[in-house]
C-alpha cells in the first residue's frame, strides 16, 4: 500500500492558480492521479500520469490544469491555473498499479481547495 499526502491547497479567487503535491512513499511504475470531490458530487477523476509520462484530462480542466510527476522525489503535481468557482472541491491523490483499476489503489487524505467569486 502506497502512503499518500497531499498539500497546496487554500482558498484563491477566480482566475488565480495553486499547486497542488502529492508525497508518495513509493510509486515507481504506478499511475498517478489527481481526482476531486465537491459537496453532493461523486468523485471524479481530474487527471492522471502514468510512469511514462503519458497524461490524460477531464474535458472540464484541459488547458487550465498540467500534471507531472518527479520520479526522484516520489512526487506527484498538479497545477491548475485559470482556477474557477466550480472547481470547489476537495482533491484527493491516488496511486495505482496500471493493472489495478481506475478509481481503485491508495488514495491520500485530500486537501481542500476553494475558489471565490
Known amino acids: 500500500q502506497v502512503q499518500l499526502v497531499e498539500s497546496g491547497g487554500g482558498l484563491v479567487q477566480a482566475g488565480g492558480s495553486l499547486r497542488l503535491s502529492c508525497a508518495a512513499s513509493?510509486?515507481?511504475?504506478?499511475?498517478m492521479g489527481w481526482y476531486r470531490q465537491a459537496p453532493g458530487k461523486q468523485r471524479e477523476l481530474v487527471a492522471y500520469?502514468?510512469?511514462?509520462?503519458?497524461?490524460n484530462y477531464a474535458a472540464s480542466v484541459k488547458g487550465r490544469f498540467t500534471i507531472s510527476r518527479d520520479n526522484g522525489k516520489n512526487t506527484v503535481y498538479l497545477q491548475m491555473n485559470s482556477l474557477k468557482p466550480e472547481d470547489t472541491a476537495v482533491y484527493y491523490c491516488?496511486?495505482?498499479?496500471?493493472?489495478?483499476?481506475?478509481?481503485?489503489?491508495?488514495w491520500g487524505q485530500g486537501t481542500q481547495v476553494t475558489v471565490s467569486s
Open positions: 491516488n496511486s495505482r498499479t496500471v493493472s489495478t483499476p481506475a478509481g481503485r489503489g491508495s
Open positions: 513509493g510509486f515507481k511504475d504506478n499511475v
Open positions: 500520469i502514468t510512469s511514462g509520462g503519458t497524461t
